[in-house]
Nanobody, 122 residues
Framework: QVQLVESGGGLVQPGGSLRLSCAAS????????MGWYRQAPGKQRELVAT???????NDADPVKGRFTISRDNAKNTVYLQMNSLKPEDTAVYYCHAKVSVRRGSRTLYNYWGQGTQVTVGS
């Protein structure tokens, strides 16, 4: 019913920048929170950043001051602007959305994107 499609990953040099995007489509009434998570080889999946419908953001300590999360409600899209990238940022990045599918419903559903690879290296 709901699909999240990610784009923007790739290979970048240390100190470079990338912008990830994630567009939600399908049977959506509204989207509450959206966010980005990442998982590096041999490590646990970790929170990168989240943003609520009220535009309140929360960034994980390793990315504070370097990454910026934003959203375009009209397009049901969340972005992650990544600057000053470091090799330790290398990971698969996953988009997440908390979705209401009916007007008046208080039930929220969690959806995940397929993941996009970000590799930082010389």
């Amino acid at each position: 019913q709901v699909q999240l499609v990610e784009s923007g990953g790739g290979l970048v040099q240390p100190g470079g920048s990338l912008r990830l995007s994630c567009a939600a489509s399908g049977s959506i009434f509204s989207i509450d929170a959206m966010g980005w998570y990442r998982q590096a080889p041999g490590k646990q999946r970790e929170l990168v950043a989240t943003i609520t419908s009220a535009n309140i953001t929360n960034d994980a300590d390793p990315v504070k001051g370097r990454f910026t999360i934003s959203r375009d409600n009209a397009k049901n899209t969340v972005y992650l602007q990544m600057n000053s990238l470091k090799p330790e940022d290398t990971a698969v990045y996953y988009c997440h959305a908390k979705v209401s599918v009916r007007r008046g419903s208080r039930t929220l559903y969690n959806y995940w994107g397929q993941g996009t690879q970000v590799t930082v290296g010389s």
